[in-house]
Protein backbone atom coordinates (compact mmCIF):
# COMPACT_ATOMS: atom_id res chain seq x y z
CA UNK A 1 0.00 0.00 0.00
CA UNK A 2 0.96 3.27 -0.99
CA UNK A 3 1.02 5.68 2.37
CA UNK A 4 1.98 8.46 0.63
CA UNK A 5 -0.14 11.21 1.69
CA UNK A 6 -1.58 13.38 -0.65
CA UNK A 7 -4.85 15.81 -0.91
CA UNK A 8 -8.27 13.26 -1.83
CA UNK A 9 -8.36 15.05 -5.16
CA UNK A 10 -4.52 14.39 -5.86
CA UNK A 11 -5.75 10.56 -4.89
CA UNK A 12 -8.71 10.40 -6.62
CA UNK A 13 -6.99 11.48 -10.07
CA UNK A 14 -4.32 8.57 -9.44
CA UNK A 15 -7.64 6.59 -8.99
CA UNK A 16 -8.96 7.34 -12.16
CA UNK A 17 -5.53 6.84 -13.86
CA UNK A 18 -5.40 3.39 -12.14
CA UNK A 19 -8.95 2.49 -13.84
CA UNK A 20 -7.71 4.04 -17.67
CA UNK A 21 -9.41 6.88 -17.29
CA UNK A 22 -9.00 9.45 -20.01
CA UNK A 23 -12.48 11.19 -19.83
CA UNK A 24 -14.33 12.58 -17.50
CA UNK A 25 -18.28 13.78 -18.43
CA UNK A 26 -19.23 16.36 -16.59
CA UNK A 27 -21.27 20.16 -16.26
CA UNK A 28 -19.35 22.02 -13.37
CA UNK A 29 -20.94 23.88 -10.57
CA UNK A 30 -19.85 25.42 -7.57
CA UNK A 31 -19.91 22.44 -5.06
CA UNK A 32 -17.26 21.06 -7.67
CA UNK A 33 -14.84 23.54 -8.69
CA UNK A 34 -12.34 22.29 -5.65
CA UNK A 35 -12.23 18.73 -7.46
CA UNK A 36 -11.65 20.71 -11.32
CA UNK A 37 -9.63 23.85 -10.30
CA UNK A 38 -6.09 23.45 -12.66
CA UNK A 39 -7.91 20.39 -14.02
CA UNK A 40 -4.79 17.77 -15.52
CA UNK A 41 -3.65 17.92 -19.39
CA UNK A 42 -3.87 14.23 -19.55
CA UNK A 43 -7.41 13.76 -18.87
CA UNK A 44 -10.28 15.46 -21.05
CA UNK A 45 -12.97 17.15 -19.52
CA UNK A 46 -15.81 16.90 -21.97
CA UNK A 47 -18.30 19.16 -21.16
CA UNK A 48 -22.36 18.50 -21.75
CA UNK A 49 -24.71 21.45 -21.72
CA UNK A 50 -27.06 19.38 -19.21
CA UNK A 51 -26.85 16.74 -17.22
CA UNK A 52 -28.86 14.16 -19.03
CA UNK A 53 -26.50 15.15 -21.89
CA UNK A 54 -23.73 14.47 -19.88
CA UNK A 55 -24.72 10.68 -18.83
CA UNK A 56 -26.07 9.89 -22.16
CA UNK A 57 -22.33 10.68 -23.36
CA UNK A 58 -20.69 8.74 -21.13
CA UNK A 59 -23.09 5.65 -21.42
CA UNK A 60 -22.23 5.44 -25.40
CA UNK A 61 -18.71 6.18 -24.65
CA UNK A 62 -18.54 3.00 -22.08
CA UNK A 63 -20.66 0.87 -24.18
CA UNK A 64 -18.21 1.66 -27.39
CA UNK A 65 -15.35 1.61 -24.98
CA UNK A 66 -16.19 -1.51 -22.93
CA UNK A 67 -14.24 0.48 -19.76
CA UNK A 68 -15.85 2.10 -16.86
CA UNK A 69 -17.03 6.00 -17.69
CA UNK A 70 -16.36 8.58 -14.85
CA UNK A 71 -18.82 11.50 -14.62
CA UNK A 72 -18.91 14.74 -12.36
CA UNK A 73 -22.52 16.54 -11.77
CA UNK A 74 -23.25 19.46 -9.80
CA UNK A 75 -25.37 19.03 -6.56
CA UNK A 76 -28.41 17.20 -5.80
CA UNK A 77 -30.07 19.34 -8.68
CA UNK A 78 -28.06 18.08 -11.24
CA UNK A 79 -27.74 14.70 -9.92
CA UNK A 80 -32.23 14.90 -10.65
CA UNK A 81 -31.97 16.31 -14.11
CA UNK A 82 -29.53 13.54 -15.12
CA UNK A 83 -31.41 10.52 -13.68
CA UNK A 84 -33.56 9.55 -16.75
CA UNK A 85 -30.12 8.72 -18.27
CA UNK A 86 -28.94 7.22 -15.62
CA UNK A 87 -32.23 5.01 -14.97
CA UNK A 88 -31.09 4.01 -18.89
CA UNK A 89 -27.77 3.39 -18.15
CA UNK A 90 -28.89 1.19 -15.27
CA UNK A 91 -31.37 -0.78 -17.93
CA UNK A 92 -27.88 -0.45 -20.19
CA UNK A 93 -25.88 -2.54 -17.50
CA UNK A 94 -23.41 0.55 -18.53
CA UNK A 95 -20.26 0.54 -16.20
CA UNK A 96 -20.28 4.24 -14.78
CA UNK A 97 -19.06 5.98 -11.60
CA UNK A 98 -21.24 8.88 -10.98
CA UNK A 99 -20.36 11.65 -8.77
CA UNK A 100 -22.42 14.92 -8.10
CA UNK A 101 -20.96 17.49 -5.12
CA UNK A 102 -22.48 17.77 -1.98
CA UNK A 103 -22.44 21.17 0.22
CA UNK A 104 -19.54 21.15 2.95
CA UNK A 105 -19.69 18.84 5.92
CA UNK A 106 -19.57 22.08 8.46
CA UNK A 107 -22.88 23.26 6.30
CA UNK A 108 -25.02 20.08 6.36
CA UNK A 109 -27.06 20.37 9.65
CA UNK A 110 -27.68 23.77 8.80
CA UNK A 111 -29.78 22.28 5.04
CA UNK A 112 -27.69 24.56 3.26
CA UNK A 113 -28.56 25.67 -0.57
CA UNK A 114 -27.72 23.41 -3.11
CA UNK A 115 -27.35 20.06 -0.60
CA UNK A 116 -29.20 16.86 -0.73
CA UNK A 117 -30.24 15.28 2.35
CA UNK A 118 -29.25 11.68 2.50
CA UNK A 119 -27.42 11.80 -0.96
CA UNK A 120 -26.46 7.91 -0.93
CA UNK A 121 -30.35 7.40 -1.34
CA UNK A 122 -30.67 9.40 -3.88
CA UNK A 123 -30.39 7.60 -7.10
CA UNK A 124 -31.40 4.38 -5.71
CA UNK A 125 -32.84 2.02 -7.58
CA UNK A 126 -31.13 2.67 -9.94
CA UNK A 127 -27.43 2.35 -9.37
CA UNK A 128 -25.42 -0.75 -8.31
CA UNK A 129 -24.13 0.62 -4.91
CA UNK A 130 -23.89 4.79 -3.63
CA UNK A 131 -22.68 6.14 -1.20
CA UNK A 132 -21.55 9.80 0.93
CA UNK A 133 -18.45 8.87 2.70
CA UNK A 134 -18.61 9.19 6.10
CA UNK A 135 -15.28 10.58 6.34
CA UNK A 136 -13.34 12.96 3.70
CA UNK A 137 -9.65 10.30 3.83
CA UNK A 138 -12.31 7.67 2.52
CA UNK A 139 -13.53 9.74 -0.82
CA UNK A 140 -10.75 7.41 -3.26
CA UNK A 141 -11.38 4.49 -1.25
CA UNK A 142 -15.35 5.08 -2.10
CA UNK A 143 -14.50 5.86 -6.02
CA UNK A 144 -11.99 2.87 -5.72
CA UNK A 145 -14.95 0.55 -5.06
CA UNK A 146 -17.66 2.28 -7.23
CA UNK A 147 -15.48 1.37 -10.23
CA UNK A 148 -14.85 -2.43 -9.12
CA UNK A 149 -18.74 -2.78 -8.16
CA UNK A 150 -19.39 -0.89 -11.66
CA UNK A 151 -17.52 -3.52 -13.41
CA UNK A 152 -18.99 -6.79 -11.95
CA UNK A 153 -21.44 -8.70 -14.31
CA UNK A 154 -24.06 -7.73 -14.65
CA UNK A 155 -22.34 -3.87 -14.96
CA UNK A 156 -23.83 -1.30 -14.40
CA UNK A 157 -23.32 2.87 -12.61
CA UNK A 158 -22.81 3.55 -9.18
CA UNK A 159 -22.64 6.77 -7.66
CA UNK A 160 -20.29 8.63 -4.89
CA UNK A 161 -21.62 11.85 -3.36
CA UNK A 162 -18.54 14.26 -2.34
CA UNK A 163 -18.95 17.14 0.03
CA UNK A 164 -17.12 20.07 -1.19
CA UNK A 165 -14.63 20.62 1.23
CA UNK A 166 -12.95 17.00 1.02
CA UNK A 167 -11.16 17.62 -1.81
CA UNK A 168 -8.40 19.76 -0.09
CA UNK A 169 -8.15 17.40 2.61
CA UNK A 170 -5.45 14.50 3.37
CA UNK A 171 -5.77 11.54 1.97
CA UNK A 172 -3.74 8.21 1.62
CA UNK A 173 -3.95 6.68 -2.05
CA UNK A 174 -5.83 3.31 -1.45
CA UNK A 175 -4.37 -0.16 -2.72
CA UNK A 176 -4.72 -0.63 -6.39
CA UNK A 177 -6.80 -3.70 -6.81
CA UNK A 178 -8.37 -5.82 -9.72
CA UNK A 179 -11.59 -8.51 -9.57
CA UNK A 180 -11.61 -10.91 -12.44
CA UNK A 181 -14.84 -10.54 -13.20
CA UNK A 182 -15.50 -12.99 -15.81
CA UNK A 183 -17.07 -16.85 -14.17
CA UNK A 184 -17.70 -19.95 -16.20
CA UNK A 185 -20.41 -22.35 -16.44
CA UNK A 186 -21.65 -25.46 -14.66
CA UNK A 187 -20.48 -27.61 -17.28
CA UNK A 188 -22.77 -30.17 -16.27
CA UNK A 189 -25.88 -27.92 -17.43
CA UNK A 190 -23.65 -27.23 -20.29
CA UNK A 191 -23.68 -30.63 -21.48
CA UNK A 192 -27.37 -30.75 -20.76
CA UNK A 193 -27.74 -28.09 -23.22
CA UNK A 194 -25.71 -29.36 -26.28
CA UNK A 195 -27.84 -32.46 -25.96
CA UNK A 196 -31.19 -31.05 -26.21
CA UNK A 197 -29.84 -28.65 -29.30
CA UNK A 198 -28.50 -31.85 -30.92
CA UNK A 199 -31.56 -33.73 -30.40
CA UNK A 200 -34.43 -30.53 -31.33
CA UNK A 201 -35.22 -30.84 -34.88
CA UNK A 202 -35.73 -27.35 -35.29
CA UNK A 203 -34.29 -24.63 -32.21
CA UNK A 204 -34.55 -21.60 -32.09
CA UNK A 205 -31.51 -19.44 -30.17
CA UNK A 206 -33.21 -15.40 -29.13
CA UNK A 207 -30.08 -13.42 -29.33
CA UNK A 208 -29.93 -10.40 -26.89
CA UNK A 209 -27.74 -7.46 -25.89
CA UNK A 210 -25.78 -9.55 -23.84
CA UNK A 211 -23.87 -10.70 -26.37
CA UNK A 212 -22.28 -7.96 -28.59
CA UNK A 213 -21.86 -5.91 -24.97
CA UNK A 214 -19.53 -8.68 -24.15
CA UNK A 215 -17.70 -9.14 -27.55
CA UNK A 216 -18.82 -12.49 -28.30
CA UNK A 217 -20.20 -11.98 -31.56
CA UNK A 218 -18.25 -13.97 -33.56
CA UNK A 219 -18.70 -17.13 -30.68
CA UNK A 220 -22.26 -16.70 -31.21
CA UNK A 221 -22.42 -16.83 -34.73
CA UNK A 222 -20.19 -20.27 -34.35
CA UNK A 223 -22.82 -21.54 -32.21
CA UNK A 224 -25.29 -21.33 -34.49
CA UNK A 225 -23.88 -22.68 -37.56
CA UNK A 226 -23.26 -25.42 -35.89
CA UNK A 227 -26.46 -25.76 -34.19
CA UNK A 228 -28.20 -24.99 -37.93
CA UNK A 229 -30.70 -22.99 -35.42
CA UNK A 230 -32.89 -20.18 -36.59
CA UNK A 231 -31.38 -16.60 -34.63
CA UNK A 232 -33.85 -14.15 -33.51
CA UNK A 233 -32.97 -11.23 -32.04
CA UNK A 234 -34.27 -10.69 -28.72
CA UNK A 235 -37.68 -8.26 -28.31
CA UNK A 236 -36.35 -4.60 -27.43
CA UNK A 237 -32.82 -5.49 -27.52
CA UNK A 238 -30.32 -2.22 -27.37
CA UNK A 239 -27.60 -3.65 -29.49
CA UNK A 240 -27.08 -5.92 -32.67
CA UNK A 241 -25.74 -9.23 -31.41
CA UNK A 242 -26.03 -11.38 -34.61
CA UNK A 243 -25.00 -10.04 -38.51
CA UNK A 244 -28.77 -9.54 -39.68
CA UNK A 245 -27.45 -10.34 -43.02
CA UNK A 246 -26.52 -13.74 -42.33
CA UNK A 247 -28.75 -16.67 -43.51
CA UNK A 248 -29.62 -18.02 -40.36
CA UNK A 249 -31.24 -14.84 -38.95
CA UNK A 250 -34.93 -14.82 -38.68
CA UNK A 251 -35.82 -11.60 -37.90
CA UNK A 252 -36.62 -9.42 -34.93
CA UNK A 253 -39.27 -10.95 -31.95
CA UNK A 254 -42.05 -8.44 -30.91
CA UNK A 255 -42.44 -7.06 -27.14
CA UNK A 256 -46.05 -8.65 -27.53
CA UNK A 257 -46.90 -11.58 -26.14
CA UNK A 258 -49.14 -13.22 -29.02
CA UNK A 259 -46.43 -11.83 -31.61
CA UNK A 260 -43.36 -13.66 -30.00
CA UNK A 261 -45.46 -16.68 -29.67
CA UNK A 262 -46.66 -16.72 -33.00
CA UNK A 263 -42.58 -16.12 -34.30
CA UNK A 264 -41.47 -18.97 -32.38
CA UNK A 265 -44.34 -21.40 -33.38
CA UNK A 266 -42.21 -23.96 -34.79
CA UNK A 267 -39.26 -24.30 -32.26
CA UNK A 268 -38.98 -27.54 -30.41
CA UNK A 269 -36.13 -25.70 -27.94
CA UNK A 270 -35.55 -21.99 -27.54
CA UNK A 271 -32.40 -20.97 -26.31
CA UNK A 272 -32.28 -17.23 -25.09
CA UNK A 273 -28.74 -16.11 -25.12
CA UNK A 274 -28.06 -12.83 -22.95
CA UNK A 275 -31.63 -11.36 -23.06
CA UNK A 276 -34.61 -12.04 -20.39
CA UNK A 277 -37.23 -14.49 -21.00
CA UNK A 278 -39.21 -12.08 -22.22
CA UNK A 279 -39.21 -8.63 -22.64
CA UNK A 280 -42.90 -7.35 -23.13
CA UNK A 281 -44.33 -3.89 -23.66
CA UNK A 282 -47.98 -4.82 -24.22
CA UNK A 283 -49.98 -7.50 -22.36
CA UNK A 284 -51.67 -10.88 -23.62
CA UNK A 285 -51.16 -14.73 -23.57
CA UNK A 286 -47.53 -15.98 -24.34
CA UNK A 287 -48.70 -20.11 -25.40
CA UNK A 288 -44.96 -21.11 -25.82
CA UNK A 289 -44.68 -20.31 -21.85
CA UNK A 290 -47.16 -22.74 -21.69
CA UNK A 291 -47.31 -25.03 -23.95
CA UNK A 292 -44.19 -26.82 -22.36
CA UNK A 293 -41.85 -25.90 -25.38
CA UNK A 294 -38.25 -26.31 -23.71
CA UNK A 295 -37.02 -22.65 -22.89
CA UNK A 296 -32.75 -22.95 -21.75
CA UNK A 297 -31.37 -19.50 -21.17
CA UNK A 298 -27.92 -17.99 -20.63
CA UNK A 299 -27.11 -14.70 -19.22
CA UNK A 300 -24.77 -13.33 -16.33
CA UNK A 301 -27.58 -11.61 -14.13
CA UNK A 302 -29.06 -13.42 -11.49
CA UNK A 303 -31.60 -10.96 -11.11
CA UNK A 304 -33.07 -11.89 -15.19
CA UNK A 305 -32.61 -15.92 -14.47
CA UNK A 306 -35.10 -15.77 -10.88
CA UNK A 307 -37.20 -13.48 -12.98
CA UNK A 308 -37.88 -15.65 -15.56
CA UNK A 309 -41.29 -17.15 -16.74
CA UNK A 310 -40.04 -20.38 -17.93
CA UNK A 311 -37.16 -22.45 -18.49
CA UNK A 312 -33.66 -23.34 -16.91
CA UNK A 313 -30.85 -20.87 -16.44
CA UNK A 314 -27.61 -21.26 -16.84
CA UNK A 315 -25.35 -18.33 -15.16
CA UNK A 316 -22.37 -17.64 -16.81
CA UNK A 317 -20.92 -14.71 -18.56
CA UNK A 318 -21.33 -15.12 -22.54
CA UNK A 319 -18.29 -15.61 -24.00
CA UNK A 320 -17.07 -18.47 -21.14
CA UNK A 321 -20.51 -19.55 -21.62
CA UNK A 322 -20.68 -19.64 -25.81
CA UNK A 323 -16.99 -21.24 -26.04
CA UNK A 324 -18.40 -23.96 -23.34
CA UNK A 325 -20.95 -25.26 -25.75
CA UNK A 326 -19.32 -24.91 -29.00
CA UNK A 327 -17.24 -27.34 -27.40
CA UNK A 328 -19.84 -29.22 -26.25
CA UNK A 329 -21.99 -29.08 -29.21
CA UNK A 330 -21.83 -32.20 -32.10
CA UNK A 331 -21.67 -31.17 -35.54
CA UNK A 332 -25.65 -31.63 -36.50
CA UNK A 333 -24.83 -32.86 -39.94
CA UNK A 334 -28.18 -34.57 -40.60
CA UNK A 335 -30.48 -30.84 -39.65
CA UNK A 336 -30.40 -28.40 -42.78
CA UNK A 337 -29.77 -25.14 -41.97
CA UNK A 338 -33.28 -22.75 -41.62
CA UNK A 339 -33.79 -20.12 -44.06
CA UNK A 340 -33.21 -17.15 -43.07
CA UNK A 341 -36.05 -14.08 -43.33
CA UNK A 342 -36.41 -12.84 -46.94
CA UNK A 343 -35.50 -9.48 -48.32
CA UNK A 344 -38.50 -6.57 -47.88
CA UNK A 345 -39.67 -4.75 -50.62
CA UNK A 346 -38.30 -0.99 -50.93
CA UNK A 347 -41.42 1.39 -51.30
CA UNK A 348 -41.38 3.81 -54.04
CA UNK A 349 -39.75 6.82 -53.72
CA UNK A 350 -42.57 9.57 -52.82
CA UNK A 351 -43.64 12.67 -51.35
CA UNK A 352 -43.71 12.92 -48.69
CA UNK A 353 -40.48 10.31 -47.98
CA UNK A 354 -41.85 7.11 -46.88
CA UNK A 355 -39.42 6.37 -44.01
CA UNK A 356 -38.59 2.64 -45.43
CA UNK A 357 -37.55 4.75 -48.40
CA UNK A 358 -35.62 7.10 -46.43
CA UNK A 359 -34.14 4.37 -44.79
CA UNK A 360 -32.83 2.11 -47.41
CA UNK A 361 -31.33 5.50 -49.25
CA UNK A 362 -29.60 5.83 -45.56
CA UNK A 363 -28.20 2.18 -45.38
CA UNK A 364 -26.97 2.22 -49.06
CA UNK A 365 -25.23 6.15 -48.86
CA UNK A 366 -23.49 5.33 -45.35
CA UNK A 367 -20.17 3.94 -44.90
CA UNK A 368 -20.13 0.42 -44.52
CA UNK A 369 -18.67 0.56 -41.10
CA UNK A 370 -20.45 3.63 -39.55
CA UNK A 371 -22.10 3.18 -36.20
CA UNK A 372 -26.33 3.53 -36.10
CA UNK A 373 -27.01 4.95 -32.69
CA UNK A 374 -30.90 4.91 -32.94
CA UNK A 375 -33.77 6.85 -31.24
CA UNK A 376 -36.69 6.30 -33.37
CA UNK A 377 -38.77 4.24 -32.16
CA UNK A 378 -42.35 4.72 -34.02
CA UNK A 379 -39.87 3.62 -36.93
CA UNK A 380 -38.29 1.00 -35.79
CA UNK A 381 -40.29 -2.03 -37.69
CA UNK A 382 -38.78 -0.65 -40.75
CA UNK A 383 -35.32 0.50 -39.11
CA UNK A 384 -35.00 -3.26 -38.27
CA UNK A 385 -36.16 -4.28 -41.98
CA UNK A 386 -34.36 -1.61 -43.78
CA UNK A 387 -30.60 -0.69 -41.95
CA UNK A 388 -29.85 -4.32 -41.34
CA UNK A 389 -26.83 -4.17 -38.88
CA UNK A 390 -23.93 -6.57 -39.42
CA UNK A 391 -23.61 -7.40 -35.58
CA UNK A 392 -20.05 -6.48 -33.35
CA UNK A 393 -20.09 -2.46 -32.42
CA UNK A 394 -22.29 -1.41 -34.83
CA UNK A 395 -25.67 -0.22 -33.26
CA UNK A 396 -26.87 0.77 -29.75
CA UNK A 397 -29.76 2.20 -28.65
CA UNK A 398 -31.11 2.51 -25.33
CA UNK A 399 -33.07 -0.30 -22.97
CA UNK A 400 -35.10 1.57 -21.25
CA UNK A 401 -37.21 3.08 -23.44
CA UNK A 402 -36.31 6.32 -21.79
CA UNK A 403 -35.77 9.05 -24.32
CA UNK A 404 -32.94 11.19 -24.60
CA UNK A 405 -30.38 8.57 -24.34
CA UNK A 406 -29.42 8.80 -28.27
CA UNK A 407 -28.11 12.11 -29.48
CA UNK A 408 -26.00 12.37 -26.21
CA UNK A 409 -24.87 8.64 -27.02
CA UNK A 410 -23.58 9.15 -30.20
CA UNK A 411 -21.28 11.75 -28.79
CA UNK A 412 -19.87 9.06 -26.61
CA UNK A 413 -19.53 6.80 -28.73
CA UNK A 414 -17.93 9.08 -31.41
CA UNK A 415 -15.43 10.05 -28.83
CA UNK A 416 -14.48 6.29 -28.54
CA UNK A 417 -14.38 5.43 -32.35
CA UNK A 418 -12.54 8.07 -33.78
CA UNK A 419 -12.32 6.33 -37.01
CA UNK A 420 -15.58 5.58 -37.97
CA UNK A 421 -18.91 7.59 -38.85
CA UNK A 422 -21.43 7.64 -36.16
CA UNK A 423 -24.96 7.95 -37.16
CA UNK A 424 -27.60 9.73 -34.88
CA UNK A 425 -30.82 8.16 -36.31
CA UNK A 426 -33.56 9.94 -33.69
CA UNK A 427 -37.30 10.63 -34.32
CA UNK A 428 -38.01 14.58 -33.81
CA UNK A 429 -39.78 13.77 -30.81
CA UNK A 430 -36.98 12.17 -29.51
CA UNK A 431 -34.66 14.60 -30.47
CA UNK A 432 -35.81 17.36 -28.01
CA UNK A 433 -34.96 15.94 -24.89
CA UNK A 434 -31.03 16.31 -25.06
CA UNK A 435 -30.53 18.32 -28.12
CA UNK A 436 -28.46 20.09 -26.72
CA UNK A 437 -25.62 17.93 -26.77
CA UNK A 438 -25.00 18.86 -30.30
CA UNK A 439 -22.89 21.69 -29.02
CA UNK A 440 -20.76 19.47 -27.22
CA UNK A 441 -20.63 17.26 -30.90
CA UNK A 442 -20.30 21.18 -32.59
CA UNK A 443 -16.93 22.19 -30.31
CA UNK A 444 -15.45 18.96 -31.23
CA UNK A 445 -16.12 18.57 -34.32
CA UNK A 446 -17.03 14.78 -34.56
CA UNK A 447 -17.81 13.05 -37.52
CA UNK A 448 -21.74 12.55 -36.61
CA UNK A 449 -24.44 12.79 -39.09
CA UNK A 450 -27.82 13.56 -37.11
CA UNK A 451 -30.86 12.09 -38.88
CA UNK A 452 -34.27 13.65 -38.26
CA UNK A 453 -37.23 11.42 -38.95
CA UNK A 454 -39.60 13.66 -38.38
CA UNK A 455 -43.34 13.08 -38.79
CA UNK A 456 -43.89 15.96 -36.41
CA UNK A 457 -45.11 14.21 -33.42
CA UNK A 458 -45.11 11.22 -30.91
CA UNK A 459 -45.26 8.58 -33.32
CA UNK A 460 -45.11 5.38 -31.08
CA UNK A 461 -48.15 7.84 -29.26
CA UNK A 462 -50.31 7.75 -32.72
CA UNK A 463 -49.82 3.93 -32.81
CA UNK A 464 -50.14 3.22 -29.32
CA UNK A 465 -53.28 4.91 -29.01
CA UNK A 466 -54.57 3.17 -31.90
CA UNK A 467 -53.46 0.26 -30.71
CA UNK A 468 -55.40 0.92 -27.23
CA UNK A 469 -58.62 2.60 -28.66
CA UNK A 470 -57.61 5.68 -27.03
CA UNK A 471 -59.51 8.75 -29.33
CA UNK A 472 -57.50 11.97 -29.78
CA UNK A 473 -55.38 12.22 -27.02
CA UNK A 474 -53.49 15.51 -26.43
CA UNK A 475 -50.31 16.12 -26.69
CA UNK A 476 -49.20 13.95 -29.88
CA UNK A 477 -48.42 16.26 -32.26
CA UNK A 478 -45.18 18.33 -32.68
CA UNK A 479 -46.13 21.30 -35.23
CA UNK A 480 -43.56 23.91 -35.95
CA UNK A 481 -39.72 23.11 -34.88
CA UNK A 482 -37.08 23.71 -37.12
CA UNK A 483 -34.22 21.76 -36.32
CA UNK A 484 -32.08 23.25 -39.10
CA UNK A 485 -32.16 26.17 -37.10
CA UNK A 486 -31.19 24.71 -33.62
CA UNK A 487 -28.58 23.06 -35.28
CA UNK A 488 -27.27 26.21 -36.24
CA UNK A 489 -27.59 27.61 -33.26
CA UNK A 490 -25.41 25.11 -31.21
CA UNK A 491 -22.51 25.84 -34.23
CA UNK A 492 -23.81 22.64 -36.25
CA UNK A 493 -24.61 22.72 -40.03
CA UNK A 494 -27.82 21.43 -41.08
CA UNK A 495 -30.30 20.95 -44.15
CA UNK A 496 -33.93 19.85 -44.23
CA UNK A 497 -35.63 17.48 -47.20
CA UNK A 498 -38.86 17.81 -47.58
CA UNK A 499 -38.79 15.90 -51.54
CA UNK A 500 -37.74 13.26 -52.27
CA UNK A 501 -35.58 13.96 -54.97
CA UNK A 502 -32.72 16.24 -52.81
CA UNK A 503 -32.41 13.26 -50.13
CA UNK A 504 -29.49 11.59 -51.66
CA UNK A 505 -27.32 14.41 -52.13
CA UNK A 506 -28.05 16.18 -48.62
CA UNK A 507 -27.55 12.63 -47.58
CA UNK A 508 -24.07 12.63 -48.83
CA UNK A 509 -23.15 16.00 -48.09
CA UNK A 510 -23.53 15.03 -44.31
CA UNK A 511 -22.36 11.59 -44.34
CA UNK A 512 -19.06 12.97 -45.67
CA UNK A 513 -19.04 16.15 -43.34
CA UNK A 514 -15.68 16.71 -41.36
CA UNK A 515 -17.64 17.84 -38.36
CA UNK A 516 -21.43 17.38 -37.26
CA UNK A 517 -24.42 17.69 -39.59
CA UNK A 518 -27.96 17.12 -39.40
CA UNK A 519 -30.26 16.11 -41.71
CA UNK A 520 -33.91 16.81 -41.42
CA UNK A 521 -35.90 14.67 -43.12
CA UNK A 522 -39.74 15.06 -43.02
CA UNK A 523 -41.72 12.10 -43.20
CA UNK A 524 -44.70 10.26 -44.01
CA UNK A 525 -46.43 10.27 -41.07
CA UNK A 526 -48.24 6.89 -41.27
CA UNK A 527 -46.97 4.53 -38.70
CA UNK A 528 -46.85 1.23 -38.93
CA UNK A 529 -48.20 -1.68 -36.55
CA UNK A 530 -44.91 -1.64 -34.26
CA UNK A 531 -45.65 -4.88 -32.61
CA UNK A 532 -45.76 -6.53 -36.38
CA UNK A 533 -42.93 -8.68 -37.16
CA UNK A 534 -39.91 -7.26 -38.62
CA UNK A 535 -39.72 -10.24 -40.64
CA UNK A 536 -42.23 -10.18 -43.55
CA UNK A 537 -43.30 -13.99 -44.91
Same mark, same amino acid.
Given at each position: ??????????????????????????????????????????????????????????????????? *???????????????????????????????????????????????????????????????????????????????????????????????????????????????????????????????????????????????????????????????????????????????????????????????????????????????????????????????????????????????????????????????????????????????????????????????????????????????????????????????????????????????????? *??????????????????????????????????????????????????????????????????????????????????????????????????????????????????????????????????
Amino acid at each position: MNSKVLTVREATLAVLRSFGVDRVFGNPGSTELAFLGDWPDDIDYVLGLQEGCVVGMADGYAQATGR *PAFVNLHSAAGLGHALGNLFTAFRNKTPMVVTAGQQARSLLRMRPYLFAEDAGQFPKPYVKWSAEPARAEDVPAAIAQAFLTAMQHPRGPTFVSVPSDDWARPASLPPLRRIATEFAPDMAAIGRLGAAIAAAKSPAFVVGTEVDRNGAVDAMVAVAERAKAAVWASPMSSRSSFPELHPQFSGFLTASPGGLAHALRGADLIVVFGAPVFTFHVEGQCALLEDGTPIWQVTDDPTEAASAAAGDTIISTLPKALYALLSALPHTSGREAPAGRPHPIIPAAANPVPAAYALSRLATLMPGDAIVVEEAPSHRPAIQNFLPRPGADSFYTMASGGLGYSV *PAAIGVALARPGRRTVCLVGDGSAMYCVQAIWTAAQRKLPITFVIMNNSGYGAMRAFSRLMQAQRPPGIDLPGIDFVALAKGLGCRGKRVTEVTDLDGILNEALASEGPALVDVTVDPTISDLFASAAPH
